[in-house]
């Protein structure tokens, strides 16, 4: 028997079962894993989340381009806080050392609720405590990090680095091109 005939014949239905049941297993991954969906991305103990098309294509293919951008979801999403600044300080109590730590400046937000008034759909934020007492909605706190951290968190958050203006002329280095290489200049 001539099997190219064969298979030229049913070629479109192989290809037609083959696609269906790529799809129907995907699909049945796809149910299996959201039965147990996470609170959050990256949660332990849950199902994967599975981006969809949307996620996919609004983000990039990679959900973070570092920890930093999954430090701040989980700040936005599990404290609901907003990063409002970075600082980095010298943290060294001797005068002629330099050890550079950070802080971020993290702000409380309320919980956005959607109502309705005279027919018109609005969301706001109310002063939910989302279960923590005496911290409310507006209340900014001061974290202690390595320096390296709020640099990272500073460039995931998109918002400028402030530095104590003794620091920077301590760190700064202006360098000149000569003769192909950099040299510094002081």
């Known amino acids: 028997a001539d099997w190219s005939d064969f298979i ?3 070629q479109l239905l192989f290809q037609t079962k083959s696609t269906n049941a790529v799809t129907s297993f995907l699909d049945a991954i796809i149910a299996r894993e959201t039965q147990n969906a996470p609170p959050y991305r990256g949660a332990m103990g849950y199902a994967p989340q599975i981006d969809t098309k949307d996620e996919i294509e609004r983000k990039s293919l990679l959900p973070y381009r570092s920890p930093y951008d999954l430090v701040k979801e989980i700040i936005e999403e599990q404290f ?3 990063v409002l600044s970075c ?3 010298n943290s060294s109590l001797f005068p002629e050392t ?3 730590e950070g802080t971020v400046v993290l702000q409380r937000r309320g919980k956005k609720r959607k109502v309705t008034i005279g027919g018109e759909e609005i969301e706001m934020e109310d002063d939910d405590t989302f279960g923590n007492d005496n911290i409310n ?3 900014t706190f001061i974290v202690e990090c ?3 951290e709020a640099v990272g968190l500073a460039l995931a958050a998109g918002i400028p680095i402030s530095v104590e203006r003794k620091v920077w002329r301590e760190v700064s280095t202006r360098v000149r091109l000569g003769k192909g290489k950099a040299v510094e200049v002081r």
Do not use: C, P, S, Y
Request: hydrophobic share 45%.
């Open 80 to 82: 609901q806080a907003t």
């Open 98 to 100: 330099l050890v550079l």
């Open 137 to 139: 909605m507006g209340d």
């Open 87 to 89: 600082v980095l300080e």
């Open 146 to 148: 390595a320096g390296e």
């Open 8 to 10: 030229e014949t049913n």
